[in-house]
C-alpha cells in the first residue's frame, strides 16, 4: 500500500496534530527538491502542529515532475527520517498540500501567487537557478519565460490587480545576503518587463535574508525499503533522510504575519550575515573541498571522505586556519566550537551524502565559498593553502576527463581547458583577465601552488 492519507501508520510515527483537509495554503514554494521537505515545510509543519493556522505549502517544481508524481497521489504527505550512528527516527508530514509542474501548469502557480491566503513565496532552487551573469548580476538570457522571475512577474502582476497585498519573498539559498540579492535580480527582470510593477514590489514585498543548515542527502532505493518497513509495509516515494541537525536563522523582516518557525527551533535575528557566512565558508567550503578531493582519491561519500587520513588534517585547517579567521563572528557565535559539530556531523556513518551530488555546480559554489576566503587572506598578505588544494582539484574535475561534469558551465570551462592548456588554465581563471577574477586574482605564490597540486592530477 502506499502512503496517503487513510494509510494507518505504526504509533511510532508521529503523525500531523491538525486537521490538514482545512488548512489554506500560506507558502508557496519554488524548489520543492528534498532539502526543503527535510528543512522549511518540518519548521512549518512544527508551527502548525502548535497551533498555527493556514501554512500550508504549494510546492512549484521549476524542472521536472518527479516529486508532484511522488507527493500528489498520496496527499502530500510524506515521512523525514532522521539517521545517526546511535538509529532511526521517522515522523510524517503534513504542511505540504499539493505540488504543481509549472512548465504544465503555469496558470496554477500564478493563481497560488495571487491568491489572497498567500503570504510567504519561498525558495530552494540552488545558485544557478537565480541566473547570475559573472559579476552577480541578471543574466536576462538564462532569465526566459521558464525561469523564476517569469513566474514572479506574472503571480505578482496578478496580485496587484486583484488589490493583494505584498508578499515575502524568502531565499533559503546558499548565496550571501540572498534576500538583497533575490530582491536585485527579480528588481533588474521587472524593470525590464514591468517597470510600473517593479515599483510595487520595492513598495510593498520583502526580501528577508536567511541562512539554512542540515545535510539532506538523496533518497536512494535502500532508504525507501527501509522507511517501508518501518511504516509497516507502507510504502512512501516521497520519502527524505537527513541527519538530526537543523538551523535556520531568518532574518525577521517580513511583509505581513509569518509561521512560528521558532517553535521548531528557527531564529529570528536583525541580522543574519555572520551566520550565513559562517555557513558558506565552513561548512559549504569543506563540504565543496570534500566533494572534489574526495572524488579524486577513490571516495563516494562525504564520510568515506572526511574519515580519510590525508583529507580531514585539510578539512580542518580549511575550517579552523582559514575560513574562521575571515570571519566576523555574532556575539555568543564560537567558530571554534561550529567547527567541532561540522567535523562530527561531516562523519555521520549513517549518512551516504554523495560526493557527487555536492561536486555540482561547482562555477556557481566557489566564489563565496572559497575565492571570498582567499581574497580577505590576500589583502592581509596572507595565503590558503588548504583552500588552494581544494581550487586545484575542482580545476581538474571541470576539465571532465573520464567523467561528466553537472554545471552550468561545464562547457565553456571545457573549452577553456581546451584553448588554455595545462600551462594556460590557471591565468585563464584566476589571471588578472580571468573568468573568477572579480572575486579574487592568484598572486605568484598562489599560482605556483596551484601548479604543483594541478601537476599530480593533470
Not at 160 to 169: E, F, H, I, N, S
Not at 439 to 455: C, E, H, K, P
Request: aromatic share 6%; net charge negative.
Amino acid at each position: 500500500m502506499r502512503l496517503n492519507a487513510g494509510a494507518a501508520l505504526p504509533p511510532h510515527v508521529k503523525g500531523p496534530a491538525y486537521d490538514r483537509a482545512v488548512q489554506k495554503a500560506g507558502i508557496v514554494h519554488f524548489g520543492i527538491g528534498a532539502f526543503h521537505r527535510a528543512h522549511q515545510a518540518v519548521y512549518t509543519d512544527d508551527a502548525m502542529n502548535a497551533g498555527d493556522r493556514d501554512w500550508g505549502i504549494i510546492g512549484v517544481s521549476l524542472r521536472s515532475g518527479d516529486v508532484a508524481a511522488q507527493l500528489n497521489p498520496q496527499d502530500g504527505l510524506y515521512t523525514v527520517t532522521e539517521k545517526s550512528g546511535v538509529g532511526n527516527s521517522t515522523r510524517l508530514i503534513g504542511s505540504m498540500q499539493h505540488v504543481l509542474v509549472a512548465a504544465q501548469e503555469r496558470a496554477h502557480v500564478v493563481a497560488a501567487l495571487a491568491a489572497p491566503a498567500s503570504q510567504i513565496i519561498s525558495f530552494t532552487i540552488t545558485e544557478k537557478g537565480y541566473c547570475r551573469t559573472g559579476d552577480g548580476s541578471l543574466d536576462f538570457a538564462q532569465a526566459g519565460a521558464g525561469s523564476v522571475y517569469a513566474y514572479l512577474a506574472e503571480g505578482l502582476a496578478a496580485r496587484q490587480a486583484a488589490g493583494g497585498g505584498g508578499l515575502t519573498l524568502l531565499s533559503c539559498d546558499n548565496l550571501a545576503e540572498n534576500g538583497r540579492q533575490l530582491e536585485a535580480l527579480l528588481g533588474q527582470y521587472l524593470a525590464q518587463h514591468d517597470p510600473a510593477l517593479a515599483r510595487w514590489v520595492a513598495e510593498t514585498c520583502a526580501f528577508p535574508c536567511t541562512m539554512v543548515d542540515r545535510i539532506v542527502p538523496a533518497t536512494t532505493a535502500q532508504d525507501r525499503a527501509e522507511i517501508a518497513a518501518a511504516l509497516g509495509g507502507i510504502t512512501d516515494e516521497g520519502a527524505v533522510v537527513t541527519e538530526p541537525f537543523s538551523q535556520w536563522v531568518i532574518e525577521d523582516a517580513f511583509a505581513g504575519p509569518r509561521p512560528r518557525w521558532q517553535v521548531g527551533g528557527a531564529q529570528f535575528t536583525a541580522d543574519v550575515r555572520a551566520f550565513e557566512t559562517a555557513k558558506l565558508r565552513m561548512l559549504n567550503g569543506a563540504h565543496s573541498a570534500l566533494a572534489y578531493l574526495g572524488l579524486a582519491r577513490g571516495a563516494d561519500y562525504v564520510h568515506q571522505a572526511i574519515a580519510d587520513p590525508a583529507l580531514r588534517p585539510l578539512i580542518e585547517a580549511l575550517m579552523r586556519d582559514e575560513a574562521a579567521p575571515s570571519l566576523t563572528p555574532a556575539p555568543g557565535q564560537d567558530l571554534n566550537a561550529y567547527a567541532d559539530a561540522l567535523l562530527a556531523r561531516f562523519a555521520n556513518p549513517a549518512l551516504n551524502h554523495k560526493l557527487s551530488q555536492i561536486a555540482m555546480d561547482g562555477s556557481q559554489k566557489i566564489p563565496q565559498r572559497w575565492l571570498a576566503t582567499l581574497a580577505h587572506h590576500q589583502a592581509a598578505g596572507r595565503h590558503c593553502p588548504a583552500i588552494l588544494s581544494a581550487l586545484a582539484a575542482w580545476i581538474a574535475y571541470v576539465k571532465g576527463d573520464g567523467h561528466k561534469v553537472d554545471d552550468p558551465m561545464a562547457a565553456p570551462l571545457a573549452a577553456l581547458w581546451r584553448e588554455a592548456g595545462r600551462d594556460g588554465i590557471l591565468n585563464a581563471l584566476f589571471g588578472a583577465q580571468g573568468l573568477f577574477a572579480q572575486y579574487w586574482v592568484a598572486d605568484a605564490a598562489d599560482i605556483a601552488t596551484l601548479n604543483r597540486a594541478l601537476a599530480v592530477s593533470c
